[in-house]
């Protein structure tokens, strides 16, 4: 459809430097992602930005560090942009649809509106000690009221200057809002296999203390990259009813 918009008006050459700039933005996600052990189940691509999915562990801060890679990206080429018109003016025409295209991309993800990237830092840092999935009903609540704050803005441009664009991005943030899954993030990647790339130097091992009727998925929530976890189940008298290594919750799991 967009193809099609972009053929219409006249605009294939930025449709193309648009795409090509939004897979990066992503491709930027998916790299952060997966240097702190997470991997995306798949990708949407829309015409704010491509969403990578899976499913919904992510310790808090690896969270925020992914959210951040796709804007810091466009912020980059913007910055080196701007920079090279101060020292190169006669790029300007070169680089002005390069510019543009990741000006967009930079100021739709800032929009607190999920699922893009700013809506997904509220909904890391709301549901960082509460409960992911009342958070993301109030992410989406909140989401709702910007886009009725944006869809405001498109009927008063019938007063004034006709905004089409804009009515547009109500429409699509609409239905990215209502499209977007409740398995909200990344998949965790198997820590295992960087950590045996670096038995040659030696890695700790931690001992987790946890409820014997905690749901074991939940356990991954406590693995990081830089050891080697154990897991020891207490019932409620304190007495050791079982324990289980980090590579037997793989394999009790199906991921290794």
């Known amino acids: 459809m967009l193809f099609v918009l972009a053929c219409f008006l006249d605009s294939v050459r930025m449709y193309f430097i648009y795409i090509l700039f939004l897979l990066c933005h992503e491709f930027s996600h998916f790299f952060v992602a997966k240097k702190y052990g997470y991997m995306p189940e798949k990708m949407h691509l829309s015409f704010f930005g491509a969403s990578l999915e899976g499913y919904d562990d992510f310790n ?3 969270e925020i560090k992914i959210v951040l890679a796709g804007p810091v990206f ?3 080429v913007v910055i080196f942009c701007y920079i090279n018109f101060w020292f190169f003016p006669e790029t300007s025409v070169l680089f002005h649809d390069v510019l ?8 739709f993800n800032i929009l607190p509106i999920y699922p893009l ?7 890391a840092n709301f549901s960082k000690n509460g409960n ?8 989406k609540k909140l989401s709702m009221c910007f886009i009725f704050l944006l869809f405001v803005l498109f009927l008063v441009s019938f007063f004034f200057e006709f905004n089409f664009t804009l009515g547009f991005v109500c429409v699509n943030l609409m239905c990215l809002l209502f499209s977007s899954s409740k398995e909200t993030s990344y998949k965790r990647q198997f820590f295992a296999v960087n950590k045996l790339k670096k038995l040659s130097s030696g890695l700790f091992e931690k001992t987790i203390y946890v409820d014997s009727k905690i749901d074991k998925f939940k356990l991954f929530k406590f693995v990081d990259n830089t050891h080697f976890f154990k897991f020891v189940f207490i019932n409620d008298q304190g007495i050791k009813v079982g324990e289980i290594s980090e590579i037997e919750l793989y394999r009790e799991n199906n991921l290794i």
């Open 60 to 62: 808090f801060y690896d």
């Open 74 to 76: 466009n912020l980059i």
């Open 100 to 107: 543009t295209a990741n000006l967009m991309i930079l100021l």
């Open 117 to 123: 990237d700013m809506g997904r830092f509220l909904l």
């Open 132 to 139: 992911r999935i009342k958070s993301l009903k109030k992410i």
